[in-house]
């Protein structure tokens, strides 16, 4: 809601009781073109996540997921996983490479 990812990361630096929330259908959503969905394209935000933050960061994330409808504008509303097309094996690959935990909530509107 607030900023980029970098943004999001260097306030949490600053502010040691901030801890970012990553959105990932945001960050997929907010190009407006579909970017941000390969598993590359993940990888290198949680090795960024985990270079500014502290290796140990990444098994505390706070993540929302969902599937999102968007435009040349960004998001537009969530949609139910089944029906989005965020790469969703693509991004459990890479939370599983990096030894990621924490929660997950699901924004699905159904």
């Known amino acids: 809601m607030l900023g980029s990812f970098e943004d ?7 502010m040691e009781m901030v801890q970012p929330c990553i959105d990932f259908a945001h960050l997929h ?6 970017k941000m969905n390969t ?3 993940w990888s290198h935000l949680l090795e ?5 933050l502290g290796k140990d ?3 505390h994330l706070h993540i929302h997921l969902s599937g999102i409808e968007y435009s040349a504008k960004g998001e537009r509303n969530h949609l139910p996983l089944a029906e989005a097309d965020l790469d969703l094996k693509a991004l459990f690959r890479a939370l599983k490479e ?3 935990a924490g929660r997950i909530l699901c924004e699905s509107p159904i």
Not at 8 to 14: D, E, P, Q, R, T
Not at 29 to 34: I, K
Not at 48 to 52: L, M, P
């Open 57 to 59: 960061s990444l098994k």
């Open 48 to 52: 960024s996540y985990g270079r500014q």
């Open 98 to 100: 990096f030894e990621c």
């Open 8 to 14: 999001a990361l260097v306030m949490s630096k600053v």
């Open 39 to 41: 598993y590359d394209e």
């Open 29 to 34: 959503a907010r190009p407006g073109n579909g």
